[in-house]
């Protein structure tokens, strides 16, 4: 009985539901024309994706988002914005074309209900619009950016749509070369204060000016090698940043340094071999905790079998599926931006698998905002991290310290303990060069081992200066214990003391 109840209520279901068929909500099927018999074609509906039926990302109507009306009505809550630029690349131009591509790759997300996430990004609450491209001149790179940045600024300074989830939309940027993220922080900074960035790259792209572009004119210094160091330079960004996916050669180790003074952490392409995506994962989560957060992604993140129409490609890199995989675990985040950047169409394959594969990416940056609302807050700092309070207040004469202090605390600890260590084990061996240890061990690999874990732990400066003394000390005693000349070749006193101005002097 409750069997055959459930099967007629299903029915009944089933005659409601097809009558009430929705005409202006057709799923996945186009209607041609207004209902017409005269050809046998019934309704006119008929079952196939609407290629090419909008012009926008996942075919969402292009929203004039340059105007001056801020009426209820012209509001929305998370914006899609074209950035066509390549004129501050190094490697092969072709990124202006980027938008319409990404566009075009998108035209399958018309109707978007994920099979992971068993939720509609294009349906859900927020008002999705596509605002076109930023008009950006391809004669003068500097102006382009400027206009760039008011666009950013003029599309995310009205209130959001759903004013009890969100105070401002928030944009995502198609590429343009990756310069135009300078632009977006820019814009993002007014309304968010610094926020750590997630950058999915190949490059690490905090190269000093003086490395890349500077020794040729102040003009050439800013380039899509160089934004994430002026947009350290200008506090755009959080020293809670991080790369992931970095396997490009840099010009030499100062750049990693650099890099690191820069506030990025760097998780490399073949990591992914050792820790796996979770792993990657997690350390991302780790590194951005408590701070609001800007994805952007290089293209050249995926390997070129997954992304060849880019302008520095470089091989050994990620599939598609593990940065999907990747960007769906950052969920719960507070991203309060991203971009897809770096697509340069002319070098695409006729499958267009780039556009592709930066339409999945861009889609799952929109999937990840739906997914977290993120309300502005009154101050810069409140929500951020306690850190950038603490930059905020002191940052003129404290920046450079506290920032090295906070990230190397750990380290720092390490090598303050080893060098109280190596501080007792001298004091209480002072005046007796030679004591006496258990057989095979002696004072001076005690020291060089301490002396090394200090070196690791502390880095460059400090740990220059201590190493240079350490030799110096176990030469002079050499040297005294065996009354000969210390050879310079034993201890590699001249080596290592050239390296720094102490070790130089303690040499004099
Ligand atoms: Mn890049």
């Known amino acids: ?9 299903a029915l009944a279901q089933a005659v409601v539901g097809l009558s009430a068929y929705d005409y202006n909500n057709p799923g996945a099927q186009v209607r041609f024309w207004v209902n017409s018999d005269e050809d046998g074609l019934g309704d006119g509906v008929v079952t196939q994706m609407p290629f090419l039926t909008g012009a926008g990302f996942a075919t969402l109507p292009i929203t004039d988002c340059f105007g001056d009306d801020d009426s209820e009505a012209a509001r929305y809550d998370i914006a899609i914005l074209g950035a066509p630029h390549d004129t501050t690349t190094t490697g092969r131009p072709g990124a202006r074309f980027g938008p ?21 990004a294009l349906k859900d609450w927020a008002t999705i619009v596509d605002c076109g491209d930023a008009k950006m001149t391809w004669l003068d790179n500097r102006f382009a950016l400027k206009t760039l940045e008011r666009a950013h600024k003029k599309v995310s300074g009205r209130p959001a749509k759903s004013s009890n989830t969100s105070s401002v939309p928030r944009i995502i940027t198609l590429g343009g070369d990756h310069t135009t993220t300078l632009a977006a922080l820019r814009a993002t900074e007014k309304h968010w204060g610094p926020v750590s960035v997630i950058h999915f790259d190949s490059h690490v792209d905090t190269w000093d000016p003086k490395q890349l ?73 780790k590194r951005v905790e408590h701070t609001r957060v800007y994805i952007s992604i290089d293209i050249d993140v995926l390997d070129p079998a997954f992304a060849p129409a880019t302008g520095t490609p470089e091989a050994g890199g990620w599939s598609s599926r593990e940065l999907l995989t990747i960007l769906a675990g950052l969920d719960g985040l507070e991203i309060i931006g991203g971009d897809v950047v770096e697509v340069a169409p002319p070098y695409d394959n006729n499958a267009a698998t780039t556009a592709l594969a930066a339409a999945e990416v861009a889609f799952a940056l929109l999937e990840l905002m739906v997914s977290t609302p993120v309300k502005e807050s009154n101050t810069h700092e409140e929500g951020n991290h306690l850190l950038n309070s603490k930059i905020q207040r002191s940052r003129r004469i404290h920046l450079v310290a506290l920032q090295w202090w906070a990230d190397e605390y750990k380290s720092a600890i390490i090598g303050g303990l080893s060098i109280v260590i190596l501080a007792l084990v001298l004091w209480h061996y002072d005046g007796k060069l030679v004591p006496r240890l258990s057989p095979g061990l002696d004072l001076e690999m005690l020291v060089v081992a301490l002396v090394t874990v200090s070196r690791v732990a502390i880095g460059n400066v400090v740990e220059a200066c ?28 001249f080596n290592e003391a050239s390296r720094g101005f102490l070790g130089s002097v303690a040499l004099l």
């Open 100 to 120: 319409p591509a990404i566009r075009l790759g998108s035209n399958q997300k018309t109707y978007g209900l994920s099979v992971y996430t068993k939720r509609d």
């Open 466 to 493: 201590i190493s240079q003394c350490a030799w110096i000390w176990i030469a002079k005693s050499h040297q005294q214990r065996t009354n000969t000349i210390a050879r310079l070749e034993d201890f590699k006193l």
């Open 213 to 285: 572009g500077g020794g040729i004119s102040d003009y050439a210094a800013l380039n899509h090698g160089t934004f994430l160091h002026f947009a350290h330079e200008e506090n755009l960004i959080l020293n809670s940043s991080i790369h992931a996916g970095i396997r490009a050669q840099v010009i030499d180790a100062s750049d990693m340094r650099h890099d690191k003074d820069c506030g990025f952490h760097v998780i490399t392409a073949r990591d992914i071999d050792f820790i796996g995506v979770r792993g990657i994962i997690d350390r991302l989560r």
């Open 1 to 9: 009985m409750k069997q055959q109840l459930v099967t007629l209520a």
